[in-house]
C-alpha cells in the first residue's frame, strides 16, 4: 500500500528557506518518478518538480533556480528544498507517486 507523508511546511518570510520532507511507504521510491505540486488558495494543482529513477530532475519556470528535489535513498525519502521563497509560492504541497499523494504540508510566505 502506497503511503506518503509531508512534513517540514511552516511561516517564513520573504526570502527564507524552507525544506520539505515526503515520507515514502509500501514502495521503493527510487524506482519510480516522483513529483512535487502544489495548491494555493482558491487556485488548481500546479505541478513544479520530478525527478525520475535515474534522478533526472526537471523544474517548472515557476521555481527553477530557487527549489531544488531530491531523495534520499536509504531512508526512502523525497525532498524538496526551497530557497528565496515568495509570497506567491503560499500553497499546500504535496508529493506525489503517479496519481497519490499525501495530506500535504501548508507553506505560508510572509511579505
Known amino acids: 500500500q502506497v503511503q506518503l507523508v509531508e512534513s517540514g511546511g511552516g511561516l517564513v518570510q520573504s526570502g527564507g528557506s524552507l525544506r520539505l520532507s515526503c515520507a515514502a511507504s509500501?514502495?521503493?521510491?527510487?524506482?519510480?518518478?516522483m513529483s512535487w505540486v502544489r495548491q494555493a488558495p482558491g487556485k488548481g494543482v500546479e505541478w513544479i518538480a520530478d525527478?525520475?529513477?535515474?534522478?533526472?530532475?526537471t523544474y517548472s519556470d515557476a521555481v527553477r533556480g530557487r527549489f531544488v528535489i531530491s531523495r534520499d535513498n536509504f531512508k526512502n525519502v523525497l525532498y524538496l528544498e526551497m530557497s528565496s521563497l515568495e509570497p506567491e509560492d503560499t500553497a499546500v504541497y504535496y508529493c506525489?507517486?503517479?496519481?497519490?499523494r499525501g495530506q500535504g504540508t501548508q507553506v505560508t510566505v510572509s511579505s
Open positions: 506525489m507517486k503517479g496519481a497519490s
Open positions: 509500501g514502495f521503493t521510491l527510487s524506482l519510480y518518478t
Open positions: 525527478i525520475t529513477a535515474r534522478a533526472s530532475t
